[in-house]
T-cell receptor
Framework: LAKTTQPISMDSYEGQEVNITCSHN???????ITWYQQFPSQGPRFIIQ???TKVTNEVASLFIPADRKSSTLSLPRVSLSDTAVYYC??????????FGKGTRLHILP | EAGVAQSPRYKIIEKRQSVAFWCNPI?????LYWYQQILGQGPKLLIQ????????DSQLPKDRFSAERLKGVDSTLKIQPAKLEDSAVYLC?????????????FGPGTRLTVT
């Protein structure tokens, strides 16, 4: 399983765009990149998943360069309610996934 | 659609006692997972079921933890006897592959405190 590295914590302000980068140098050919969000006292929630280039949904965008050794989760115009832990996960669809410590994002007013 | 249900939400027990957690996955989801999440860490997979068969239980402390998924739907996770280090949130999740996207749906978790 590919190991991921992401910042332990980040601060940003309401209304800003937030980009969280994840490194996964040993990503395998069949691996996808998935991001989850977790609020206190809740289970993680799926945000977005991609294999290459760019994926966008109503919540976020995921940018994956050609070498796929890193990826960036982009959250447009964050609000206080986006304060959470964000996990970057790499693995083949349906395979076991390993959560790291994630990135604690703190949005300031 | 209804989400993943778990009960109880909170449990306090003394060390060496036993405890059981229950999970009802989303209808139709064949794969079910149990995770342990210690404060400040990401969830750690304990066991993965595909229908009522175990796919992966490599990180389940089998001397004290057991899990079953009868009839491939509901699941129970049991700890007997509990240790102080078992204090954590126990999360259940089920998964689906739809439209080329593989997503795990998590329940609210059971917060276990062992004193």
């Amino acid at each position: 399983l590919a190991k991921t590295t992401q910042p332990i914590s980040m601060d940003s302000y309401e209304g800003q765009e937030v980009n969280i980068t994840c490194s996964h140098n040993n990503i395998a050919t069949n691996d996808y990149i998935t991001w989850y969000q977790q609020f206190p006292s809740q289970g993680p929630r799926f945000i977005i998943q991609g294999y290459k280039t760019k994926v966008t949904n109503e919540v976020a965008s995921l940018f994956i360069p050609a070498d796929r050794k890193s990826s960036t989760l982009s959250l447009p115009r964050v609000s206080l309610s986006d304060t959470a832990v964000y996990y970057c996960l790499v693995g083949d669809l349906g395979d076991k996934i390993i959560f790291g410590k994630g990135t604690r994002l703190h949005i300031l007013p | 659609e209804a989400g993943v249900a778990q009960s109880p939400r909170y449990k306090i027990i003394e060390k060496r006692q036993s405890v059981a957690f229950w999970c009802n996955p989303i209808s139709g989801h064949a794969t079910l997972y149990w995770y342990q999440q210690i404060l400040g860490q990401g969830p750690k997979l304990l066991i993965q079921f595909q229908n009522n068969g175990v796919v992966d239980d490599s990180q389940l402390p089998k001397d004290r933890f057991s899990a079953e998924r009868l009839k491939g739907v509901d699941s129970t996770l049991k700890i007997q006897p509990a240790k102080l280090e078992d204090s954590a949130v126990y999360l259940c999740a089920s998964s689906s592959l739809s439209g080329g996207v593989y997503e795990q749906y998590f329940g609210p978790g059971t917060r276990l405190t062992v004193t």
